[in-house]
């Protein structure tokens, strides 16, 4: 069968005995005389996602003292303190909550959260309530088995783990209250700053919000944030015309921010040049509009970006046609197709104009009026706008593809036209390597994707899609990995690419599976079998065979099921493809258990865990150890059965396959029932269920009756 999981509770091994205690993972050794607990491993998570700030920040006295004074008044007064910063794009609100979050970060023992919900992004929706929660539980590493897949759960999860700790949560950049909402922490021990350059009235009128509205700079403030950056010298030099760019800069933070590191860079340039240079600029260039305040902007990026080399000037303009959140150095270079090492010394130029930010070590963002000015400088100068996006789909393409392949290396694969000879694809040397990048790069995928989708770049969208399923699938993304397929069976129809359409819909029932829509997803095997049958393709007919054998197991049609697995282990035999026997084996052999014949189920997985072995594939080996455990407690053998589903809870746990590791707790506790172990049984069946529940799976429901039924016989 096929899905996700992990679990916290402690494990026995041998004379090692494993637990958590208060978030801290302890291990208790028995010797001679009495039981050693060695040195915890790990200590409980303090996230401190709070980015860097301005050194040289200058003024906003008033504004730093009222947010420490709703700190101030509020502790012990039973309630979280939110205090709602607003003000014009540009106008400081970040800069002012994160210079203020650092100078007291030691008030939060507990950790600090940040998340920029993108709320006036000119190129993309705003951030889902859904993503940020995730990103937050991911801050604490909470394993993918215990994160929900309901927002509403998911935001309960977040709230339950923050209530008893004393944090910070910085949510910037939000469109409006609905979308904080979500992400206000339980508990009455925590601070919110909220940013936004709308007016959160329902933050205010509901949760007690306190209001900081942010202005312009003072001219005074303005002058002495000038001098901290190119020197008093100069400015006293050149009074008047300091004014006058000042005025000309409207007070606006971000925009004297860029004038000044231009001029800190160039120390001969007088300041009479740099007002004639605005002067320009501000009357050739059209007035962006802010939505909020009118404030024109646009000369100070024009004159910024015009100061850069042609070829910075270039990597700037191709960085806004980039979709996603933010960008990777390697990504970069195959927008530009350049070699890695030129394009990270122009992403230093521009970083040290202000045209782009470092988040982290490695991963840059537009602020986003400054993406709105670089795809206004697309379109007014690119010509090669279009091959920069397929190098870029290329660099996404077969770097997922090769991760891919270290997430399941005997996954029948396709194969992608060769990339771009200027995009240098990422390589992987192993499955953590691999996990962690798609990680990372998850939601630029899933943008990329989505941009495939929305230009009919079809061999992009269903080859793209192909190539993040197992990790869609094994980290709970079955929402995405539905409506990503479905748009990737439409691609490949389009395409009249009969092989890539009987893929996609094979791929497109078992997404429908994970979802429990296990009759349309039979329904699609069985399309997809004809298709390949017709193609002539055996091998994949054969897994086409196998996923409709598992999908009518879910139906309880155990007995067609069966028929369906045989099919396939024919076939794969056949081909002589000895993964495909395997994992065809170990599905005939849970069958035959489902039927009533323990004996050739035990035979059956007892043959194919021989195979797998030699092959070292981590997740079919746990599928064939538990149904090996059924095979030995329906034998009479329950206390053999408990150690094959020990280690195939532990072999899921490794991979991250939360639903088929819930079932093989499951699993653990029917075999501890059968060796009247009462304790255990009730304490497996808990797991399980907790994972089932956060999965929004029905077997949640069956676990609880069957913990209710023995308590109630005890």
Known sequence: ?????????????????????????????????????????????????????????????????????????????????????????????????????????????????????????????????????????????????????????????????????????????????????????????????????????GLIAREGARRLMLGLLSMEEARTLLASRIGNARVEAEPAEATELIELCARLPLALSIVAARAAGSPKLRLADVVAELRDRQARLAELDLGEVEVNVQAVFSWSYRALTPEAARLFRLIGLHPGPDISAPAAAALAGLPAARTKALIKELINAHLLEELEPGRYQF????????????????????????????????????????????????????????????????????????????????????????????????????????????????????????????????LGDRAAAARMTCNLGTAYAQRERNVEACELAGQAREMFHELGDEVCEAHAYHSMSWMLARQGRYQEGLEKGKNALDLHRRQRSRFGQAEALNTVGYLYGCVGDHERNLACCVEALALLKEMGQRHSIAFTLDHIGDAYRQLGQPVEAMKYHREAVELFHQVGMAFEEATAIAHLGDAALAANDHAEAVKSWGRGHKIFVQLERSEAKQLQEKIEALQNTD
């Open 1 to 201: 069968m096929s899905s996700t999981g992990q679990t916290g509770d402690g494990m026995t091994h041998g004379n090692v005995v494993s637990g958590n205690v208060e978030g801290v993972v302890v291990q208790a050794h028995t010797v001679e005389g009495g039981v050693n607990i060695t040195v915890p491993e790990r200590k409980a998570v303090v996230p401190r996602q709070v980015p860097t700030f301005i050194p040289e920040f200058v003024g906003r006295r008033a504004e730093l003292e009222e947010l420490t004074a709703a700190l101030d008044e509020t502790i012990g007064a039973g309630m979280v303190v939110v205090s709602a910063v607003e003000g014009s794009a540009g106008i400081g609100k970040t800069t002012l909550a994160l210079y203020w979050a650092r100078k007291h970060n030691y008030r939060f023992p507990d950790g600090q959260l940040y998340v920029n919900l993108a709320g006036f992004d000119p190129t993309s929706e705003p951030m889902e309530p859904a993503v940020a929660v995730r990103g937050f539980l991911d801050a604490f590493e909470i394993p993918p088995s215990r994160i929900p897949a309901s927002l509403d759960a998911q935001a309960a999860l977040y709230r339950s783990i923050v209530a008893p700790r004393r944090m910070l949560i910085v949510l910037d950049n939000c469109r409006d209250s609905a979308q904080v909402r979500p992400l206000l922490p339980g508990g009455t021990s925590c601070m919110v700053i909220v940013t936004s350059r709308r007016k959160l009235e």
């Open 367 to 494: 602020h986003d009026l400054l993406r709105v000015y670089a795809m206004d400088r697309v379109a007014a100068e690119e010509d090669t706008a279009e091959a920069a996006v397929t190098r870029m789909l290329d660099f996404y393409l077969h770097s997922a593809f090769a991760a891919d392949r270290q997430l399941y290396p005997h996954r029948e694969p396709i194969a992608p036209a060769a990339p771009d000879a200027q995009v240098e694809p990422r390589r992987f040397t192993g499955y953590d390597e691999a996990m962690a990048w798609l990680t990372a790069e998850y939601l630029n995928l899933i943008a990329a994707l989505e941009h495939a989708i929305e230009e009919h770049l079809d061999r992009y969208t269903w080859q793209l899609t192909w190539s993040m399923t197992t990790f869609m699938d094994r980290q709970v993304h079955w929402r995405d990995w539905t409506a990503t397929t479905e748009k990737a069976v439409e691609a490949a129809n389009r």
